[in-house]
């Protein structure tokens, strides 16, 4: 009688750039992520001394930013410098600020808090603290389009990544790095990283898990749909880290 064949665990997929990993528990994806995160951050500092890591907001990090303050000791923070994908504009003490969760998960927690971060000023009008944000990255970069070490990426259930929301003015920008951008179905001004300045990255890790990602995952991997995260295609490596709720049909 041969053994029920057991799926393996995680399945892995390619689908053209992306790299796509299913995990059947959340253990073991968060566990994963958080191993790719330290992977990139140890490679880049043995080989730069340097790294910059590009956060993003929302919920689902949570868990990985608390898992890699828990983990943090055998890492150099100062070499590592911290931006962020994308905010809310509101003050970073706002519920809704993305540095404010990042920065009470792991950003302030040390040895990470040794670490530079810059955060987007959503306190500001958006249009400054777009074109703030982007002269700090110039600051940091150099005026070569940014080459992030990693770009940490979620998606919501309309298949939007960062603040570029479908139907937004933003998705059409190709030159500027960072821009404000009015997302008319939360009524709300976002700040965001561009297309180019997603694509230009060295590694791009999509992290996500839950039923409500199912449906854009589908709409992505296999009806093809240009949804705000099928259009991110770094010129480096495309890794996106799912459960078996959210990539299931795949
Ligand atoms: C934000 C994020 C956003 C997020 C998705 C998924 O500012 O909210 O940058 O792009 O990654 O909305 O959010 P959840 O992880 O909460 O599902």
């Not at 330290?38 to 993003?56: D, M, N, Y």
């Not at 959503?122 to 389009?145: S, V």
């Not at 060295?202 to 709409?219: C, I, S």
């Amino acid at each position: 009688m041969s053994a029920a064949a057991v799926p393996p665990d995680p399945r892995l997929l390619r689908f053209g750039q992306a790299d796509v990993q299913i995990y059947g528990s959340d253990a073991g994806l968060f566990a994963a992520a958080e191993e790719e995160f330290f992977r990139v951050l140890r490679e880049a500092v043995k080989a730069r001394a340097r790294c910059s890591i590009a956060l993003t907001g929302g919920s689902t990090p949570r868990r990985l930013y608390e898992s890699i303050a828990q983990h943090a000791a055998a890492v150099d923070w100062s070499k590592v410098t911290f931006f962020f994908g994308d905010e809310r504009c509101v003050p970073p003490d706002h519920p809704d600020s993305n540095f404010g969760m990042a920065s009470q998960t792991m950003l302030s927690v040390p040895p990470v808090s040794y670490a530079p971060v810059h955060r987007i000023k959503g306190e500001l009008p958006p249009p400054e603290a777009a074109r703030e944000y982007e002269q700090e990255l110039r600051d940091y970069f150099g005026d070569a389009l940014p080459r992030f070490d990693l770009v940490l990426l979620g998606m919501g259930p309309d298949g939007h990544c960062a603040s570029l929301f479908p139907g937004s003015a933003a998705l059409a920008e190709e030159t500027r790095w960072v821009a404000e951008n009015w997302v008319q179905r939360l009524d709300i001004w976002r700040i965001t990283f561009t297309f180019p300045l997603l694509n230009s990255a060295a590694e791009v890790l999509f992290l996500l898990n839950g039923e409500e990602k199912r449906a854009p995952v589908q709409q992505i991997f296999k009806e093809r749909q240009p949804l705000p995260a099928a259009r991110v295609q770094p010129a480096g490596k495309l890794l996106w880290m799912m459960d078996e709720i959210a990539g299931g049909e795949l």
